[in-house]
């Protein structure tokens, strides 16, 4: 059996990178799936339907564009791990945990000690609260090996 793994939240680290190799190294049957990590294109998603004087219209449009593939692959996936980092706050990952909750989709949170606090509730509901991303791929390995 092959799994699908979705790989949510922040960008601004090879997080993604260190579990996919992680994960490839180990020969997990995984297929791995994300929302565009291009900051400047996922910003700019909704551009194609018409340039937008407002900030707040031009990230309205986008989110909807972006929200278009974020959704089908969350449920799609057979878990889902969503990164928390500590330079900005993820609003998107955030929301993608608590659509994986509605869904009763198992998800996996990662991020550091710091930010317990603000993500009791995202942890409360996850399946599991991980601090690096090696220890996403040895969860991995012991759920889909």
């Known amino acids: 059996m092959s799994w699908t793994v979705y790989l949510s939240g922040e960008i601004h680290t090879d997080w993604r990178e260190q579990i996919i190799l992680g994960?490839?190294?180990?020969?997990?049957?995984?297929?791995?799936?994300?929302a565009v990590t291009d900051h400047d294109a996922s910003d700019a998603a909704g551009d194609v339907l018409g340039a937008q004087d407002n900030g707040f219209w031009r990230d309205h449009q986008s989110s909807k564009v972006n929200a278009i593939r974020t959704k089908n692959l969350i449920e799609k996936a057979d878990i889902v791990v969503v990164r928390f980092g500590d330079k900005y706050k993820q609003?998107?990952?955030?929301?993608?945990?608590?659509?994986?909750a509605a869904l009763g989709k198992p998800y996996i949170t990662l991020h550091d000690e710091s930010i317990i606090h603000p993500l009791k509730e995202v942890d409360a509901a996850a399946m599991a609260w991980a601090?690096?991303?090696?220890?996403?791929?040895?969860?991995?390995?012991?759920?889909?090996?």
Do not use: H, M
Not at 91 to 100: E, K, L, Q, V
Not at 131 to 137: D, F, K, L, N, R
């Open 131 to 145: 601090q690096t991303p090696q220890q996403v791929v040895e969860v991995l390995r012991y759920v889909v090996g």
């Open 91 to 100: 609003w998107n990952a955030a929301f993608d945990a608590g659509y994986c």
């Open 23 to 34: 994960a490839k190294a180990l020969d997990l049957a995984i297929e791995f799936t994300s």
